[in-house]
């Protein structure tokens, strides 16, 4: 978990408020393939990731009550789903700190999978007059594939508007000190030797 200071909190907000703003002005009305990318779960996906837990859920939740408030929505369905995303994408950065270039993928795609299944889930169990048929699958699959396109570029977008806020993972910069070959210990008893 990282210090949430005023500077993450002015971004982290103008970020969701920007997210949400482009998503209901621009990227809902283009669609490709017969369905639309859906930036709140990559957005939340990479604030989970780059925050933490308890920053991403906050993160999902405050997304999935702005977008439910100016969709039109039923109220807390997507806060309730986000909040989970966040929840779940921040976790694994603690307990498994990915570094890989291929992290953002995997996670952006699992998180539209879980925000799409958990949405329409529970709409259903809201009693929602909606259509259950192959073409909410055709579109889930769609949103997907897009999703997973989008992924990297929307966490490296999301990582620069937020890299001056974020401190340094004190982790990281252990390891990084021993990949760079001056801090080890068993360098510096090599250099004695010599």
């Known amino acids: 978990m990282i210090a ?11 970020v ?10 621009f990227i809902s009305q283009l669609p490709i393939a ?10 939340v996906m990479a604030i989970g990731l780059l925050c933490g837990s308890l920053t991403g859920g906050c993160f999902g939740f405050g997304v999935g009550l702005l977008a439910d408030v100016v969709s039109l929505q039923t109220l807390g369905v997507s806060s309730l789903v986000l909040l ?10 603690e307990a498994r700190d990915p570094e890989g270039t291929l992290v953002p993928i995997a996670v952006g795609a699992a998180a539209t999978l879980a925000f799409g ?13 909606a259509p ?15 999703n997973t396109l989008l992924a990297l570029p929307v966490y490296a977008l999301v ?3 937020l890299q001056p806020a974020l401190p340094e993972d004190p982790r990281r ?17 090599m250099e004695i030797r010599r």
């Open 4 to 14: 949430t200071t005023p500077q993450l909190l002015a971004r982290l907000a103008a």
């Open 16 to 25: 969701g408020l920007l997210g949400v703003v482009v998503q209901t002005a």
């Open 34 to 43: 017969g369905a639309n990318a859906d930036l709140s779960p990559l957005l």
């Open 84 to 93: 989970g995303v966040g929840y779940g994408a921040g976790r694994l950065r």
């Open 117 to 129: 299944i958990g949405f329409a889930l529970l709409q259903f169990l809201l009693g929602v007059d």
């Open 132 to 146: 259950v048929s192959w073409a909410l699958l055709r579109q889930l699959l769609a949103t997907l594939v897009i």
């Open 159 to 161: 990582r620069r508007c």
């Open 173 to 189: 910069r252990r390891r990084r000190a021993y990949t760079t070959g001056g801090l080890s210990p068993l360098s510096r008893g």
